[in-house]
């Protein structure tokens, strides 16, 4: 569930049998760790391990890289600046580890986050509360069959981010699917017309999104389902496919995290996306 990778460099070339064992555990589910891959900040970026950095009404401070544009930070002016340079510093260094690491041809690079305040006494409506186990779906953005791939770094200088891995995405899904639905296709079409979502859900963003927020709303499920603790040591890395793997995030301040989208016919295993598994057990086309 978890592979523990001895990388110590953000560029390539790596081992062979390294990169052979990354890829295998990546798309069977497991949590790639780097446990000697610290992203290391400069000097002049300590003053930014301070939860004042955000705006205080999102959680997770978040850059675009193609416009440069910061989002939901309290900084303006110089600080910003240095804020968004170490975001896209970290970007970047994740967008070519994973670029070295993977066999990937075409890996898209979306949104980088600096998630500066602590996750643990936090308040939020169940949907949005992280700290239940969850798989990746976004409300607003259709992913049609496309991979979440998540690239975190640990940055706090002593707290540990705690999170829960929980069974694999076959079993929570023959527990969520018969349960979600039914879904009209006419309620898709809808919001993509009033820009509600950045063009049309397709059936399996529909059905992602439903098991999301099942999963949340089940307290047994959050109670009693099969889970491990795992902790990221301050100083290192993770790297993980949040739309097939249950995770909570408990506790832990200071993460950054780079989002790569990709498609399924780039995995070595295409049969182990959630789109493929979803289609295998509702016998559907959702595409
Ligand atoms: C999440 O993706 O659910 C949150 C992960 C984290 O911030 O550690
Ligand atoms: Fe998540």
Same mark, same amino acid.
């Given at each position: 569930?978890?592979?523990?990778?001895?990388?110590?460099?953000?560029?390539?070339?790596?081992?062979?049998?390294?990169?052979?064992?990354?890829?295998?555990?990546?798309?069977?589910?497991?949590?790639?760790?780097?446990?000697?891959?610290?992203?290391?900040?400069?000097?002049?970026?300590?003053?930014?391990?301070?939860?004042?950095?955000?705006?205080?009404?999102?959680?997770?401070?978040?850059?675009?890289?193609?416009?440069?544009?910061?989002?939901?930070?309290?900084?303006?002016?110089?600080?910003?600046?240095?804020?968004?340079?170490?975001?896209?510093?970290?970007?970047?260094?994740?967008?070519?580890?994973?670029?070295?690491?993977?066999?990937?041809?075409?890996?898209?690079?979306?949104?980088?986050?600096?998630?500066?305040?602590?996750?643990?006494?936090?308040?939020?409506?169940?949907?949005?509360?992280?700290?239940?186990?969850?798989?990746?779906?976004?409300?607003?953005?259709?992913?049609?069959?496309?991979?979440?791939?998540?690239?975190?770094?640990?940055?706090?200088?002593?707290?540990?981010?705690?999170?829960?891995? =929980?069974?694999?995405?076959?079993? !929570?899904?023959?527990?969520?699917?018969? %349960?979600?639905?039914?879904?009209? #296709? $006419?309620?898709? /079409?809808?919001?993509?017309?009033?820009?509600?979502?950045?063009?049309?859900?397709?059936?399996?963003?529909?059905?992602?999104?439903?098991?999301?927020?099942? =999963?949340?709303?089940?307290?047994? !499920?959050?109670?009693?389902?099969?889970? %491990?603790?795992?902790?990221?040591? #301050? $100083?290192?890395? /993770?790297?993980?496919?949040?739309?097939?793997?249950?995770?909570?995030?408990?506790?832990?301040?200071?993460?950054?995290?780079?989002?790569?989208?990709?498609?399924?016919?780039?995995?070595?295993?295409?049969?182990?996306?959630?789109?493929?598994?979803?289609?295998?057990?509702?016998?559907?086309?959702?595409?």
């Amino acid at each position: 569930m978890i592979e523990e990778l001895p990388i110590s460099k953000w560029r390539g070339p790596f081992d062979t049998d390294v990169k052979a064992r990354a890829l295998d555990a990546l798309e069977s589910g497991s949590v790639l760790y780097f446990p000697q891959l610290p992203f290391l900040l400069l000097e002049s970026e300590i003053e930014f391990l301070d939860a004042k950095v955000a705006d205080g009404k999102s959680k997770n401070i978040s850059l675009d890289h193609t416009s440069g544009k910061m989002q939901a930070s309290s900084l303006t002016g110089e600080r910003a600046a240095r804020l968004a340079a170490m975001i896209e510093r970290f970007g970047s260094s994740a967008a070519g580890l994973v670029r070295d690491l993977l066999p990937y041809n075409h890996v898209e690079r979306a949104r980088t986050s600096f998630r500066p305040v602590q996750v643990k006494g936090r308040s939020y409506s169940k949907i949005s509360d992280d700290r239940l186990l969850h798989i990746d779906a976004f409300p607003t953005r259709p992913m049609h069959g496309r991979r979440i791939l998540r690239f975190f770094a640990n940055v706090a200088p002593t707290s540990p981010r705690h999170w829960h891995v =929980g069974q694999p995405f076959e079993e !929570f899904a023959q527990r969520f699917l018969p %349960r979600v639905g039914p879904h009209f #296709p $006419g309620k898709s /079409w809808l919001y993509g017309k009033l820009g509600v979502t950045r063009g049309q859900r397709s059936l399996y963003d529909e059905l992602m999104l439903s098991m999301h927020d099942a =999963g949340k709303l089940d307290n047994d !499920f959050q109670s009693t389902s099969p889970h %491990r603790n795992v902790i990221f040591a #301050p $100083g290192s890395c /993770w790297l993980v496919y949040t739309d097939q793997v249950l995770h909570a995030a408990l506790g832990g301040e200071f993460a950054l995290e780079q989002t790569f989208h990709l498609d399924v016919a780039q995995m070595a295993s295409p049969e182990k996306a959630p789109v493929r598994i979803l289609e295998r057990l509702s016998g559907k086309a959702l595409v």
